[in-house]
């Protein structure tokens, strides 16, 4: 079947404009995160999604990046105002189960802030 | 906060040796998640720990969870080009949320044919 899907791949921004990313979990997964991974480094988690619940943000790192899950499928992942330190790959990944540590990971954004 | 650190940073191997990668923390975790990255591509999980000293295969790979809880290795026997990649130890954060992984920041494999 498909996996989770995130578009666009690339997006290549001017400092202090507004992005969207959106993630397309893979069908049936009530979890869904939000990862970053900057150049040479590990991943980092950003927020969690679990069906109703409210969400865990407390990996987002300022209050000029926010997240939305609508109708417990897509999530858009906003950065308004960006920054050059922004840049970085965002990963969306979605497992079947809450909070569950197998998780599968879409193929991310590239995000370069010029 | 957790930190995972992996070694080596980077390998460059023959085609057909056999790799060795680890993880070590100063903090034990419960869970040792091995995942390998192509370029271009997510993260996909190779191989899940789950208890201390437990050993696991899946085709060429083994990894094993340490006694300790503080360490995970990975080994590839038999190396092919297409395992080159980016190899990440991973595992929940403590404090319950299983869903919150801590990323070491990999080993990145070459292999040549």
């Known amino acids: 079947g498909a996996g989770v899907s995130q578009s666009p791949s690339n997006k290549v921004t001017e400092k202090g404009k507004d992005v969207e990313l959106r993630c397309d979990p893979i069908?049936?997964?009530?979890?869904l995160y939000w990862y970053r991974q900057s150049l040479g480094q590990g991943l980092e988690f950003l927020i969690y999604f679990q069906g109703n619940s409210a969400p865990d943000k407390s990996g987002l790192p300022s209050d000029r990046f926010s997240a939305e899950r609508t109708g417990g499928s897509v999530s858009t992942l906003t950065i308004q105002r960006t920054q050059q330190e922004d840049s970085a790959v965002y990963l969306c990944?979605?497992?079947?189960?809450?909070?569950?540590?197998?998780?599968?990971f879409g193929p991310g954004t590239r995000l370069t802030v010029l | 906060g957790q930190q995972l650190n992996q070694s080596p940073q980077s390998m460059f191997i023959q085609e057909g040796e056999d790799v060795s990668m680890n993880c070590t923390s100063s903090?034990?975790?419960?869970?040792w998640l091995w995942y390998k990255q192509e370029p271009g591509e997510g993260p996909v999980l190779l191989i899940a720990?789950?208890?201390?000293?437990e050993l696991t295969s899946n085709g060429r790979l083994t990894a094993q969870f340490g006694i300790t809880r503080k360490d995970s290795f990975l080994n590839i026997s038999a190396s092919i080009p297409s395992d080159v990649g980016i190899y990440f130890c991973?595992?929940?954060?403590?404090?319950?949320?299983?869903?919150?992984?801590?990323f070491g920041k990999g080993t990145l494999l070459t292999v040549n044919p």
């Open positions: 991973a595992g929940p954060n403590s404090g319950g949320s299983n869903y919150k992984l801590t």
């Open positions: 069908s049936g997964h009530t979890a």
């Open positions: 903090s034990i975790f419960n869970t």
């Open positions: 990944a979605s497992s079947p189960v809450a909070g569950s540590d197998t998780q599968y």
């Open positions: 720990l789950y208890k201390a000293g």
